[in-house]
């Protein structure tokens, strides 16, 4: 049973950093696309970045986060800095078994249960 486990959220004040981290159990997603997303209250779901072999980001976090992977370990990582109170979300690691970008939460077959960040001003 494939299982995504995300860890590292809490509660930082504006400008500050987070590491979001996603271990993956059941299979490896080596070679495969592994993505965050995030979702707040009220809000739909929304693609933040994703990797396979290289890396994707929405325009509101470029050059402030970095998706990473360490395949030995099947984990996924997101380093979050520069954050601001609209980051405000709970984040959530997506991952799926077919190939090609992917940016739509109907695209992934497996998540995590979600990390709560929240950001004070």
């Known amino acids: 049973q494939v299982q995504l486990v995300e860890s590292g959220g809490g509660l930082v004040q504006a400008g500050g950093s987070l590491r979001l981290s996603c271990a993956a159990s059941?299979?490896?997603?080596?070679?495969?696309?592994m993505g965050w997303f995030r979702q707040a209250p009220g809000k739909e779901r929304e693609f933040v970045a994703i990797i396979i072999w290289n890396t994707y980001y929405a325009d509101f976090v470029k050059g402030r986060f970095t998706i990473s992977r360490d395949n030995a370990k099947d984990t996924v990582y997101l380093q979050m800095n520069s954050l601001k109170p609209e980051d405000t979300a709970v984040y959530y690691c997506?991952?799926?078994?077919?190939?090609?970008?992917?940016?739509?939460?109907?695209?992934?077959?497996?998540w995590g249960q979600g990390t709560q960040v929240t950001v004070s001003d």
């Open positions: 997506a991952a799926d078994l077919r190939a090609g970008l992917r940016y739509l939460p109907r695209q992934y077959d497996y």
């Open positions: 059941g299979r490896t997603f080596s070679g495969y696309p």
